[in-house]
């Protein structure tokens, strides 16, 4: 997947991905890096966020209690930047669809889209149950844990995550993002390798792991990485905005203060 607008092209799977990407100014939400939590609703009319806002929006409010129509509208808002707004419809979808496990998670993520860590995190252990658990929804509450500090904590869900499905690089990268977070680089650089390594890892492993690299002090290697198979016009633009990122030498925070990192190979 080629990466998406500026301020997102390096970072979001925790989003976050898959740490948490938040505070991006309406480029990548958490929902386009943690996976399919949610019923696949059709693609965007025109592929247009402004124009699938208004078409899902009129056929959410025809019928409140459609699920569906409550998924398609919320994803259409928080790809059109409109977040909180997001929150306030899919909060009240879960409560017109009597508590659909696909509206709760779409709900859990549109609050951890808009920084609302502690309530994404109590909505999203509602989507789903201890005995059917769903791996992109653990993956998810650990990079909310990782948003809240909570780092052994989120590394919990990771296992358990990759208990359900071994191997998977969107978990893997959130792993490796959550001990950058701590600063234990050589660590993550090992678990976003393996996620590098597996044949369903997307551009946004590659990120990250150019990131972690370059967080290190190895500018040269972590550039290579970011422009591998890239036309030379995307490569330029990712190489630029990996020397931006890495000006610090420190894990990146957005305006408000949390690490918006995006790195699940999952998409909506």
């Known amino acids: 997947m080629r990466l998406q607008c500026p301020v997102a092209r390096l970072l979001a799977s925790a989003a976050l991905t898959a740490f948490v990407a938040v505070g991006l100014g309406g480029c990548q939400t958490m929902s386009d890096v943690t996976g399919s939590l949610a019923a696949k609703t059709e693609p965007s009319p025109q592929a247009d966020p402004e124009r699938a806002a208004e078409v899902y929006g009129d056929r959410y409010r025809a019928n409140p209690k459609d699920a569906n129509a409550a998924l398609a509208y919320g994803q259409a808002?928080?790809?059109?930047?409109?977040?909180?707004?997001?929150?306030?419809?899919?909060?009240?979808?879960?409560?017109?669809t009597g508590g659909n496990k696909a509206v709760l998670a779409a709900y859990g993520r549109a609050l951890a889209d808009n920084g609302d860590f502690q309530q994404a995190f109590d909505v999203l252990t509602r989507a789903h149950t201890p005995d059917n658990p769903d791996w992109r929804?653990?993956?998810?509450?650990?990079?909310?844990?990782?948003?809240?500090?909570?780092?052994?904590?989120?590394?919990?869900?990771?296992?358990?995550?990759?208990?359900?499905?071994?191997?998977?690089?969107?978990?893997?990268?959130?792993?490796?993002?959550?001990?950058?977070?701590?600063?234990?680089?050589?660590?993550?650089?090992?678990?976003?390798?393996?996620?590098?390594?597996?044949?369903?890892?997307?551009?946004?492993?590659?990120?990250?792991?150019?990131?972690?690299?370059?967080?290190?002090?190895?500018?040269?290697?972590?550039?290579?990485?970011?422009?591998?198979?890239?036309?030379?016009?995307?490569?330029?633009?990712?190489?630029a905005y990996l020397r931006e990122m890495l000006k610090g030498k420190d894990a990146p925070r957005n305006s408000r203060g949390t690490i918006p990192v995006a790195a699940l190979s999952q998409k909506d």
Do not use: C, H
């Open 137 to 239: 929804i653990l993956s998810v509450q650990g990079t909310v844990l990782d948003q809240l500090g909570r780092n052994d904590e989120a590394r919990r869900y990771y296992a358990s995550a990759l208990k359900i499905v071994p191997g998977e690089p969107s978990v893997l990268s959130n792993l490796g993002l959550s001990y950058m977070l701590t600063k234990e680089l050589p660590k993550a650089e090992e678990i976003l390798r393996q996620a590098y390594g597996s044949t369903r890892a997307d551009a946004r492993v590659r990120q990250n792991l150019a990131l972690v690299i370059g967080l290190q002090g190895r500018f040269s290697e972590a550039e290579s990485i970011v422009k591998a198979d890239l036309p030379p016009e995307e490569a330029a633009a990712n190489v």
């Open 77 to 96: 808002l928080r790809a059109n930047g409109q977040r909180a707004q997001a929150v306030a419809v899919l909060q009240q979808a879960t409560i017109a």
